[in-house]
């Protein structure tokens, strides 16, 4: 079964850092990843969709990357803000549609 | 806007009162799903449609059933709510092809 991991599980940097949320996953036969965005109590806002067939994608301060046969893929966020505190989960879809999560990252931007 | 919406947001119950939450779409998308999600653990799906066909996830509860009536619509009934069902419950979409989810802004339940 597909086991899908994200390290740190909560992460605080000062406002402006560059920073880096990672994510690994067991099995290689994904059709695609995505990373969410979720604020406290709020559902799952898609912040970008990386295609198995795809290295990276990229939206406004957002880059994420797609290394499938090493099971990884990382969220590059430039040039913090507080308004980006939140948690980000990342989730992968198998074979038969099967959706794995990971357990998030809980980001705080610190003014 | 195209968009999923949950109702209600927020849901309160009593224990072993049954409840339904309900989920409609604007996207018209084949696949609906529901997800459980606990505090601090990332979501956990219940079940989903392509079309009217129902995929139940091995470990759901059988307290938790779905109806589909249309494309559109989607309920998830809790037979008898327990204080372990407080969660969030976050509905999705999703065309075929790509499987990239969309998601409403969830339902938080809460049992007394």
């Known amino acids: 079964k597909q086991e899908v991991t994200q390290i740190p599980a909560a992460l605080s940097v000062p406002e402006g850092e560059n920073l880096v949320l990672n994510c690994s996953f067991t099995d290689s036969a994904i059709y695609n990843l995505q990373w969410f965005r979720q604020d406290p109590g709020k559902g799952l806002t898609s912040l970008l969709l990386?295609?198995?067939?795809?290295r990276e994608q990229t939206s406004g301060r957002l880059n994420a990357s797609l290394d499938k046969s090493s099971g990884r893929s990382t969220l590059y966020i430039a040039a913090s803000q507080p308004g980006d505190s939140a948690t980000y989960l990342c989730?992968?879809?198998?074979?038969?549609?099967?959706?794995?999560f990971g357990t998030g990252t809980s980001l705080t931007v610190i003014p | 806007d195209a968009m999923v919406i949950q109702n209600p947001r927020y849901q309160v119950t009593q224990f072993g009162k049954p409840v339904t939450l309900s989920c409609s779409q604007t996207?018209?998308?084949?696949?609906m799903y529901w997800y459980q999600q606990k505090s601090s653990q990332a979501p956990k799906l219940l079940f989903h449609?392509?079309?009217?066909?129902?995929?139940n996830e091995a470990d759901t509860p059988d307290n938790f059933q779905s109806r589909r009536p249309n494309t559109s619509f989607c309920f998830l009934d809790i037979r008898s709510p327990g204080l372990g069902d407080a969660a969030m419950y976050l509905c999705?979409?999703?065309?075929?092809?790509?499987?990239?989810?969309?998601f409403g802004p969830g339902t938080r339940l809460t049992v007394l």
């Open positions: 999705a979409t999703s065309p075929p092809g790509n499987w990239v989810q969309f």
């Open positions: 990386i295609q198995s067939s795809q």
């Open positions: 449609y392509y079309d009217k066909d129902f995929n």
């Open positions: 989730a992968v879809t198998g074979p038969g549609n099967q959706f794995y």
């Open positions: 996207l018209n998308h084949n696949v």
